[in-house]
């Protein structure tokens, strides 16, 4: 079976325990961590390799020469300012921006094979759409982690209300991953059946149906809430950069909602943004146009519009 390079440029909360996950997963046959704190990346690496004896044969590296990631079949860039406590997301673009040009331009030297490009800094639709306008590559090869991890944290309140296994939930955050992102209820399903008849079915809860709005704004809200009590947030949305590798290396055609370029999907272009996509080997493969209901598609087209209106404040 094919194994591929990955490399994860920032290898702070977010990218150290990225590289761990993918360590864990057997998925690749070299990991290497990137950061501008050499020692970090470096002592990330010696950390991991010392359990290499436990997990299936992987090679990692670290330090703060961009040389190493030549060859990679998918770079994947956690590096950046995070997110302070009472910080919102956007908040962080400023700061972030001139960052990732920095990076984007030193990861441009060693690409010459085209690899896929995943953004997980954040505000990540902006520096996805950021890195995509700088690459030249095609749209399909520039990926962001998008509402990956908000959809799993919907998916986990579901679940724990239902009392059903998570796994068996579906449903989708799209839009944006942050503050106008939309919780697309009329795909919501449990065993097949729209939420509302699950209720029906499933009896529990005094109200016979579950509060939409409170779990939307959970949902919403929970990074704000965990960077209150630790600081950062890191193991969720490792698992999800993680299962999204999964896709890519796999060639698997999971659908995922990963942040891509818009081409008139709803109405919406040029502009990056999460909805039901197909992702394999060639990445962001196709996004979906579901059925979504009036209310979701005019939340979408507003996420888009506040998303537009950030990148054209930082020239994009
Ligand atoms: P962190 O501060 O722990 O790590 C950031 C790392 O980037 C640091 O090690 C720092 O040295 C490094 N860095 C800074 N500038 C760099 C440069 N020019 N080149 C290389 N490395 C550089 O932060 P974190 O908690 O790991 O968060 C990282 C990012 O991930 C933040 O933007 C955060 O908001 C984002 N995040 C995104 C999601 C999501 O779902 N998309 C979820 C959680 C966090």
Redesign the pocket.
């Known amino acids: 079976m094919f194994k591929g390079k990955v490399s994860i440029?920032?290898?702070?909360?977010?990218?150290a325990t990225t590289a761990y996950t993918i360590m864990l997963s057997g998925l690749v046959s070299e990991i290497v961590l990137?950061?501008?704190?050499r020692n970090?990346a470096e002592g990330d690496a010696m950390d991991l390799n010392h359990g290499i004896s436990f997990v299936s044969p992987v090679q990692i590296t670290g330090g703060d020469d961009y040389e190493l990631i030549r060859d990679s079949d998918l770079i994947i860039i956690?590096?950046?300012?995070?997110?302070k406590p009472g910080e919102t997301r956007t908040d962080?673009l400023k700061r972030?921006t001139a960052?990732f040009k920095?990076?984007v331009d030193k990861i441009l030297r060693y690409c010459d094979n085209e690899p896929i490009l995943m953004v997980?800094?954040?505000p990540?639709d902006i520096l996805t759409y950021v890195f995509y306008k700088l690459s030249n590559f095609p749209r399909e090869k520039v990926i962001g982690?998008g509402t990956v991890?908000d959809t799993a944290r919907l998916k986990y309140l579901i679940g724990e209300h239902t009392n059903i296994d998570t796994r068996n939930v579906h449903t989708y955050i799209i839009g944006e991953?942050g503050d106008t992102e939309v919780a697309a209820w009329s795909m919501t399903t449990i065993a097949g059946v729209r939420l509302e008849e699950y209720c029906r079915i499933c009896n529990r809860c005094d109200a016979k149906k579950i509060c939409k709005e409170d779990f939307y704004q959970q949902t919403k809200n929970s990074a704000y809430e965990i960077i209150q009590k630790k600081e950062?947030?890191?193991y969720a949305?490792a698992l999800a950069v993680r299962r999204i590798t999964e896709s890519l290396i796999g060639n698997e055609n999971s659908i995922l909602t990963v942040s891509s370029l818009m081409e008139g999907q709803y109405g919406i272009n040029d502009i990056c943004l999460s909805l039901p996509t197909i992702v394999n080997g060639k990445g962001a493969d196709k996004v979906l146009e579901l059925p979504f209901n009036d209310e979701e598609i005019d939340g979408l087209r507003k996420s888009a519009s506040t998303l537009k209106g950030l990148a054209a404040n930082i020239g994009f």
Do not use: F
């Open positions: 440029i920032g290898s702070g909360y977010v990218g990137i950061d501008i704190n970090k956690t590096a950046g300012a995070a997110q962080l972030n960052i920095n990076i997980v800094t954040n990540v982690s991890l991953h950062a947030t890191y949305v």
